[in-house]
Structures are given as structure tokens and as C-alpha cells.
């Protein structure tokens, strides 16, 4: 998915970026935001997300689970 949750690319995808971490400035110099990646493995499925380190965790991993359970009605 890598799906940016919460800063300044909310709701972007950026699955271009390897590392575990980035700064939204790579993506747009306006921007200040840092992410980091979080992975998720839902049965034999592993999604992958970019959380905005300035965000609580519990706040960022409801929204990524909130995605999730779009593909996985289990999880809602």
C-alpha cells in the first residue's frame, strides 16, 4: 500500500522510497514532515505504510488498521 498516514503527504502513496524512514522534503521541499515505515502481515499479506513520526503511534496504526480492514473485513 505505502500509504502516508497523518503529516503533510497524508494519503499519498510513495512506494518509491526503500528505507525505513524519509523526509517529505524529499518529495516536496515545501514540505517538513518525516515518516516512518510501518509493515503489517494480515494472514499470508504484508502491507506496507508510512506513519508520520510526529503523530502519536496509537493514532497512526487506528488509521493504517482502518485501511486495512477495507481489504480485510475481519479487522473492522
Excluded at 18 to 29: K, L
Aim: proline share 3%; with cysteine.
Amino acid at each position: 500500500m505505502h500509504i502516508c498516514i497523518g503529516g503533510d503527504l497524508d494519503g499519498e502513496v510513495v512506494a518509491s522510497c526503500e528505507n525505513t524512514f524519509f523526509d517529505a522534503s524529499v518529495i516536496d521541499p515545501s514540505k517538513t514532515s518525516t515518516y516512518n515505515r510501518q509493515t503489517y502481515i494480515v494472514g499470508e499479506d504484508t502491507y506496507h505504510f508510512w506513519l508520520c513520526a510526529e503523530l502519536p503511534y496509537f493514532e497512526t496504526t487506528t488509521i493504517a488498521n482502518q485501511h486495512l480492514a477495507k481489504k480485510h473485513v475481519y479487522l473492522s
